[in-house]
Each structure stands twice: as structure tokens, then as C-alpha cells.
């Protein structure tokens, strides 16, 4: 279906991509012209951390390795302290989403130059998006210093994610590939982006179930989080993260997990008004309806697919319900309170999705 009209932006951000591709960043960090960098991580990769800051070298001016899930103010502050003792120049992210996002909140403060090394498939490190939360309330902010200029995947780094992980990272960044789809700013790359994406996943996500190491599948999921990411940072959003950003903020759910579960009934309900444009989905996952093949997926994966299974009481879902109704964004399908309520039902259930 060619799309008549659009706009697009896109970055320029430099992408280095194969199995062991880390060792390149002493390379990286020379030709942003830098020379002491401030390596990131959770206190859980801090072994990780370690290693990178041997395999750089006199270019490791330090690290730390105290980023926190959700970006907590507080912990930036403390790391921008860090930075100005070692008068770090540019920052070498390894991580999640969690600590691409400190190197973010760092880089947005700071301007500072980010090498980022994915070891997930979340996507941040293809965004000029930030999250970052103080006194308990998360806000983003979106503007081109947060945008990192290097990436490196290594699928080697990507093959120590325990499965259960690798599965809802994937379903996470799946998300963002399936709401570019119907996205109001989409163009015509955007959709070509997401649907090859969502084909990556689909054909290599079976592979690393059944061998976890296998670096060629590994590689071929990260291809997918670079092209999921990259349409999360172009076009976007709808009712699908906006209900997860709900969701999340309201009871504390895991990031990930909240996302594999809501996907499938998500995108049945926003199926209902652009079946053309969810297509993609049926196209490569099999069926007529786009929101039960993500779910036949997510089954075959054994994914979580309910959230109850999370700790969310039936009355947590009214108020998750009011607050997605209260909060107007644009999206393809109006989101009422009750339409919502339902959905939420089902999800919470971990039944098949609602057409
Ligand atoms: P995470 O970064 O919080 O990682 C979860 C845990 O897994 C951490 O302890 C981490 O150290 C560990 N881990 C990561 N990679 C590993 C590996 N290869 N092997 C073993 N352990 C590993 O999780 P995430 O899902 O990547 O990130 C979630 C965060 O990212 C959320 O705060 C979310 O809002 C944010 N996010 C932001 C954007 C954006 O564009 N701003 C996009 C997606 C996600």
C-alpha cells in the first residue's frame, strides 16, 4: 500500500556490526577524537565493564558501574561526578537499556560524545530519546545530544542474555517495529525498516531458543533490535507503549515483560481500524489477524503472556484503564475506558486477544 505523503528524519549515527565488533572501540573512540572515556554498566556487568576498559586501554579514563533501571536522577548526578574527576571526554556505554539511558542522561547534560554496545535488544541506543525518573515520576525528553554517534553490536555480548530475557527483550523491541507499522508519522522507509525487523526476529529468535550461543542467530536479533529501534527513534508511538508506560509507572512492572504481554492485544485492538496496515504482521508471522499471530508467537517462545503472573490485582487494571483514557495521544483505534478495560482483562488472563 504506497504512501502518497509523509516526512522523514533520520540521524546519522555510525553502526559496527559482527561477532567480536567490541574490540573496534579504541577505534571508535579515536575518531570522535577522544582519548579518556568513561566506561558504563550495571553493578550485574561489571565484569563486562572491566574487560572493555582492558581491551581500550590508555583511552579507559575510568568506570562506573552503578546504572539503575528507569534512570534515576540521583544516579546520573552521582556518575556526572565521576566524570568531571576524570575529566572523562566521551562515554563507552555497555548495556540495556539502563545504562545506555545513564549514558544518555550524561551525554544530555554534558554533550559528551556516547559509544554504545548494546548487550539487549531494547533499541535505546537507536533513539534521541531519554526516560529518567526523580521523585518517583518518570519524564522523556527527546533532542539530538542524546542521540548516541556509535554503535557496536556484538552478538557475542548478546549471547550471555539468559532466554528467558532474550525472549522479552525481543517482544519489546517486536513493539516498536509493530507500532511503526500504523505509526501517524510513518513513511515509507519506517514501514520497510519495521517489517524487516519483525522478519529478523521471526527467523532467527527460534534459532537462539534452541541454541543460545548460536552467534549467527544472535547477530541476525540484533540486525532486528537495530531496525526496531531505529523506527522507535523516527516515527511515533501509540496506545501500545503509552498503555506499558501506564502500566509500568502506576505498579512497578518490568519493563520487558510488560511489553511482551501487552503486544499481541495491543496491536488486535488497534487492528480493528488499519487491518492494511498491520498486514506486515500476518505477512510474516502467519494468519489473518495481526494481534493473535504475535500471541501464537509469543506462546511458541513461551513468553509471559499474562499479568496477573506479574503481581497486577484485578483492581489495579481499573485504574491502569482510567489513566490510558485520561492521558489523549493520537492513536489509530479511539482508546475508551472501557474498550481499554477490556483489553486489560484479557491481558491479565493471558488469554488470546480480543478482535
Ligand atoms: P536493562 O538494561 O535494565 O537490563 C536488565 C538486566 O539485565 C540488568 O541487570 C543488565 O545488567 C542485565 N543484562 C543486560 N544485558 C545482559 C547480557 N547480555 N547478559 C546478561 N545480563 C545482561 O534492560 P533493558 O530491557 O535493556 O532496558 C530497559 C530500560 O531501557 C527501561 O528503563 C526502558 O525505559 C529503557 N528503554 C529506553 C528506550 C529509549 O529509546 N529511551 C528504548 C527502549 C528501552
Known amino acids: 500500500m504506497f504512501q502518497n505523503s509523509f516526512q522523514a528524519r533520520t540521524t546519522a549515527v555510525k553502526v559496527r556490526f559482527g561477532a567480536g565488533s567490541r574490540t573496534s572501540a579504541a577505534d571508535e573512540i579515536r575518531e570522535l577524537g577522544c582519548s579518556r572515556a568513561l566506561i558504563l554498566s550495571t553493578p550485574h556487568q561489571s565484569g563486562d565493564a572491566m574487560q572493555m576498559a582492558e581491551l581500550i586501554g590508555d583511552l579507559a579514563g575510568g568506570i562506573y558501574t552503578k546504572a539503575t533501571m528507569h534512570t534515576p536522577v540521583s544516579v546520573t548526578e552521582d556518575a556526572l561526578q565521576h566524570v568531571d574527576s576524570i575529566q572523562a571526554d566521551c562515554l563507552v556505554s555497555l548495556g540495556g537499556g539502563s545504562t545506555i539511558g545513564l549514558g544518555k542522561a550524561i551525554a544530555y547534560r554534558t554533550g559528551l560524545p556516547q559509544v554504545v554496545i548494546p548487550t539487549t535488544y531494547a533499541g535505546s541506543e537507536a533513539t534521541p530519546i531519554l526516560g529518567q525518573t526523580e521523585n518517583g515520576v518518570k519524564t522523556t525528553v527527546s533532542h539530538p545530544s542524546i542521540q548516541p554517534e556509535v554503535i557496536i553490536y556484538d552478538a ?47 527467523n532467527a529468535l527460534p534459532r537462539v531458543l534452541e541454541t543460545p550461543d548460536d552467534l549467527d542467530a544472535r547477530g541476525e536479533t540484533l ?25 509500568g509507572g502506576t505498579l512497578d512492572l518490568p519493563h520487558a515483560e510488560t511489553h511482551s504481554i501487552i503486544l499481541p492485544h495491543a496491536i488486535a485492538f488497534n487492528a480493528r481500524a488499519v487491518p492494511e496496515q498491520l498486514q506486515p504482521v500476518c ?13 501464537d508467537f509469543a506462546l511458541s517462545l513461551n ?53
Open 156 to 202: 557475542e555480548l548478546v549471547s550471555t542474555l539468559p532466554v528467558p530475557m532474550t525472549v522479552t527483550s525481543a517482544l519489546n523491541a517486536m513493539a516498536h517495529a509493530a507500532e511503526a507499522l500504523y505509526s501517524q508519522t510513518r513513511n515509507p522507509i519506517s514501514t520497510m525498516l519495521a517489517a524487516e525487523g519483525l522478519k529478523a526476529f521471526k
Open 223 to 247: 540486525y532486528g533490535a537495530w531496525l526496531c529501534g531505529t523506527v522507535l527513534g523516527q516515527v511515533g508511538m501509540a496506545l501500545h507503549h503509552k498503555l506499558c508506560h501506564t502500566l
Open 283 to 295: 505477512d510474516i508471522f502467519g494468519g489473518t489477524d495481526a494481534g493473535q499471530a504475535l500471541y
Open 303 to 355: 513468553a509471559p503472556t499474562a499479568l496477573k503472573d506479574l503481581g497486577v490485582s484485578e483492581a489495579d487494571l481499573d485504574r491502569a484503564a482510567e489513566l490510558a483514557a485520561t492521558n489523549p495521544y493520537w492513536n489509530p483505534q479511539p482508546v475508551e475506558e472501557a474498550a481499554i478495560r477490556a483489553l486489560l482483562q484479557t491481558a491479565w488472563a493471558g488469554s488470546p486477544p480480543l478482535r
